[in-house]
């Protein structure tokens, strides 16, 4: 997961926000599936550079949101079945995207199917590599 | 007694220093929690050094005071010290000792010395522990200063400007060392540095001194969310006017569009005018803004 998580300290995105949709979003795309063990956290701390108590924060609210669970003395795990989004942080979360998507598309005068055009490239760079599948 | 996780490592209060007519200290009141790391940050000549060394116990305050695990640090400054490693600017030891006759006499100084950790460090430093202390290059005296530091497990690190001097490598093994340790034991830290983008994942918490008051004392997500860069581009250009009630601080304006750091909320701005994004401000963009003109800014 190291090339697929990365955070960057100086956005403007908190760290552990960073973090925890870092990992929300490999979990909906598959890159880490149920059940996966976690690294520590001190490893993944390493490894992307940041503070330890960053990565405790963003587990918390993981498991708080049934994401992640901890197994006592085991370590962290992807929850067998972790939700997604909820229907009002999903919309939320898309209109944020697609407020800051058309202001960029009409800074640079694009038409709508322009951008729709895209859009629909940008969106098969996130899609999931599915097994047996040569990408 | 009050057990050691839940004592402040660190509690400065009203501390001022003066040196005859001029002030190097004024009023500076922060504390640092258990478990936190502090970055503190200023300009050269801002008052840093002053204050590390009242908070080391080498220099007595003229007014206020600092409090490590609630003891008076100038009055008990003996009996702390072993609770404290220190790092300093300018790693010293004797240059001709070798690093591990230096390793070997500070393991008697102490009951609590971790050997096999201080030796697991210098192993992934790769320092070579036969060669005088003088010898060694500045990073390498830098790693040996941190892997003594470490030795008798302290409570509290207090980094002064660990990095400075080192080359990427070097600054990068230092702070991998120091998340190994905060991961492993959950040390605090206080550190003074000028490497703000190398410190920016670490910190917890940021202090910035200017001109001898602490300007700032704030968590670093704290910060980021009171303070926004904007930028825009053109045709529609802003003004001065326009950004006034956000209370702009370092406004800036040229051909290609502006950008400007702003105190206040800044939703109504963006909802009014389309063109306006907000940017990502880094901890180095952020200092400058606030330490780098004369700014005003709003407690």
Request: with cysteine; glycine share 10%; aromatic share 6%.
């Amino acid at each position: 997961m190291k090339a697929i998580l990365q955070v960057d300290p100086s956005a403007a995105t908190p760290l552990w926000r960073q973090i925890e949709e870092g990992v929300r979003r490999l979990v909906a795309t598959g890159g880490l599936s149920a059940g996966a063990l976690m690294p520590s956290v001190r490893d993944l701390a390493r490894e992307l550079g940041v503070n330890p108590n960053t990565v405790v924060k963003a587990y918390q609210h993981l498991v708080e949101a049934g994401v992640l669970s901890v197994r006592r003395g085991d370590g962290t795990y992807v929850a067998e079945r972790p939700p997604g989004f909820s229907a009002a942080e999903r919309g939320a979360m898309l209109r944020e995207g697609a407020l800051r998507f058309a202001a960029t598309a009409q800074t640079v005068s694009a038409t709508l199917p322009d951008a729709s055009t895209a859009l629909a490239s940008a969106w098969k760079t996130f899609q999931p590599v599915r097994r047996g599948e040569k990408s | 007694m009050t057990s050691n996780a839940e004592m402040n490592p660190v509690d400065c209060h009203q501390l001022g220093v003066r040196y005859g007519r001029m002030v190097a200290l004024e009023e500076v009141t922060f504390t640092v929690a258990p478990g936190q790391v502090y970055a503190l940050l200023g300009r050269n000549g801002s008052g840093k050094t002053s204050l590390v060394r009242c908070l080391l116990g080498h220099q007595k305050p003229c007014s206020g005071h600092i409090e490590l695990f609630e003891q008076d640090v100038w009055a008990s400054r003996r009996s702390l010290m072993h609770r404290v490693g220190v790092v300093s600017e300018e790693p010293d030891a004797p240059p001709t000792m070798t690093t591990r006759q230096v390793l070997q006499f500070c393991a008697g100084l102490y009951p609590s010395w971790d050997a096999l950790g201080v030796e697991a460090r210098l192993q992934r430093f790769r320092v070579p522990q036969e060669l005088p202390f003088g010898k060694l290059s500045r990073g390498q005296k830098a790693q040996v200063s941190l892997a003594l530091a470490l030795g008798p497990r302290p409570s509290l690190l207090v980094l002064d400007d660990p990095t400075l001097g080192l080359d990427a490598v070097a600054r990068r093994e230092v702070y991998d060392e120091l998340l190994g340790e905060l991961a492993e034991r959950g040390t605090t830290v206080f550190i003074t540095t000028h490497d703000l983008a190398g410190i920016e994942g670490l910190a917890d918490r940021v202090g910035i001194l200017h001109q001898g008051r602490l300007l700032v004392d704030a968590s670093l997500e704290d910060l980021k969310a009171r303070y926004r860069k904007i930028g825009w581009a053109p045709p529609q250009a802003l003004r001065l006017e326009d950004l006034a009630p956000y209370g702009p601080l370092g406004f800036r304006m040229g051909s290609l569009g502006g950008e400007t750091v702003l105190q206040g909320d800044p939703a109504p701005l963006l909802a009014a005018r389309p063109e306006v994004q907000i940017q990502d401000l880094s901890l180095e963009e952020l200092f400058v803004t606030l330490v780098g003109a004369d700014t005003e800014v709003a407690s």
